[in-house]
């Protein structure tokens, strides 16, 4: 039998973001938060966004109005996931889907403003699982015909999302 | 040779127009570091006397630019079809004589064909076709004379409204100055007519729906303030005109 499963990396980005991508995904989505909040925070009486959300359930719309910020720099990724590298070192995971979510968020104090981009490779085969490692392939191939695989570690925010047995 | 390739084959095989590692080493030349990219020439097996080695980053990248929100956009009709509609908007100042307003950022949304908005799916998953994700909605800044000007598709309607496009007004600093809505005109032989019971793909005809009148947004826009003006035709094309005061 074979299981295929999408392996799926949620990447939090906070104030202290350091690297460029970060600081640019988190700068870019504060200020879209400033500018879409104000359609949740009864003329500016409320600051955070978990008290949106309490006043106003459609304030969970937020995260996809947010996300238009951050999918400019989701392209520039190039379809690899950031980050999770096989033993190796190396980036391997292919990007297939993504969703971004806020997890908090306040008008007047930037420092709150944490995000997160959960990321989601394609579905792809999970041969085998060697001490704390998937040995994973996404159905490649040399010219010798040997199918290309990738030891994954088991790490904190990676995760198997959904499974297909086949 | 190996490491070749397997990258090729890592691109054929996979289908994707880029491959993480050969980007990334690319992109490091291009940066002109000079250092060679010593992490890749495969020398990591430093685990000798007990110590261990953390394993060698491939890249630092990304190497990002910035780009500006995904709205902002003049066509925002993405991968979504219908009859085209230009949509001018003018935003004056109630503060000042009724003077355009320059510099003023101007979100529109509004649903497709169907009835449908860009939104989050329950899924808990979003598809990645960055190019579709954000369909109908857009963003422009007024030029001197206080216009935007968008390229979109005639909307649809749903159930318990009449047709609309929804409008968010910022100053310059990104202050919201107003959020409404442009309602269109009614009547026998108007685009909203036409549109829903002639146009190719919208198939709902006017059964059912919501007249301005019985809207619970615009019903108490007895003056028609907010009724945009719409000139064209199927075949044409459509081009809503509107003005919107605001207090700046």
């Known amino acids: 039998m074979q299981r295929m499963v999408r392996i799926c990396y949620r990447k939090i980005i906070d104030s202290a973001a350091t690297k460029p991508w970060e600081k640019l995904v988190w700068q870019d989505s504060y200020t879209e938060f400033n500018m879409q909040a104000q359609r949740y925070n009864n003329a500016g009486a409320i600051a955070g966004f978990s008290d949106m959300l309490h ?3 459609q304030a969970a719309q937020l995260h996809f109005l947010v996300s238009s910020a951050v999918t400019g720099y989701i392209q520039q990724l ?3 996931i950031p980050d999770i590298q096989n033993t190796l070192g190396k980036q391997f995971l ?7 979510e806020l997890i ?9 403003h944490v995000v997160a981009i959960n990321f989601f490779s394609p579905p792809i085969l999970w041969i085998d699982t060697i001490g704390n490692t998937l040995l994973l392939s996404a159905n490649q191939y040399n010219e010798a015909g040997e199918m290309l695989t990738h030891l994954l570690q088991l790490q904190p925010f990676v995760s198997i999302c959904s499974i297909q047995q086949q | 040779m190996e490491r070749k390739s397997f990258l090729k084959n890592g691109f054929s095989a996979l289908g994707l127009v880029t491959v993480a590692p050969l980007i990334s080493s690319c992109k490091k030349e291009d940066a002109g570091s000079s250092s060679a990219s010593g992490s890749s020439s495969g020398s990591t097996n430093g685990t000798a006397g007990g110590t261990c080695t953390e394993a060698p980053t491939e890249t630092e990248g990304p190497f990002p630019t910035k780009v500006p929100s995904a709205y ?3 066509n925002i009709a993405d991968d979504r079809t219908g009859v085209p509609i230009a949509i001018n908007i003018s935003i004056v100042n109630k503060n000042n004589s009724c003077a355009a307003i320059s510099g003023a950022i101007v979100d529109i949304w509004h649903c497709d064909k169907d009835g449908y908005y860009s939104e989050y799916g329950g899924t808990g998953m979003q598809s990645a076709n960055f190019t579709a994700v954000h369909f109908l909605r857009g963003r422009q800044v007024t030029d001197s004379n206080g216009l935007v000007s968008f390229t979109s598709i005639f909307p649809g309607w749903y159930q318990g409204r009449a047709t609309h496009i929804h409008v968010h007004i910022y100053n310059a600093s990104g202050t919201s100055l107003k959020v409404t809505q442009i309602a269109f005109p009614e ?11 002639t146009a190719s793909g919208y198939g709902k005809g006017m059964s059912g729906y919501t007249y301005n009148a019985s809207d619970n ?15 064209g035709s199927v075949s044409a094309g459509f081009t809503l005109t509107h003005t919107i005061v605001v207090s700046a």
């Open chain 1, 104 to 112: 908090q968020s306040n008008t007047g104090q930037p420092s709150k």
């Open chain 1, 94 to 100: 292919p990007l297939d889907n993504f969703r971004f």
């Open chain 2, 72 to 74: 902002v956009r003049s």
């Open chain 2, 217 to 231: 947004i615009f019903s108490d826009d007895t003056a028609g303030i907010e009724i945009g003006t719409i000139a």
């Open chain 1, 78 to 80: 190039h379809q690899v």
């Open chain 2, 187 to 197: 009547g026998s032989n108007s685009a909203v007519v036409q549109v829903n019971t």
């Open chain 1, 55 to 57: 006043s106003n359930p």
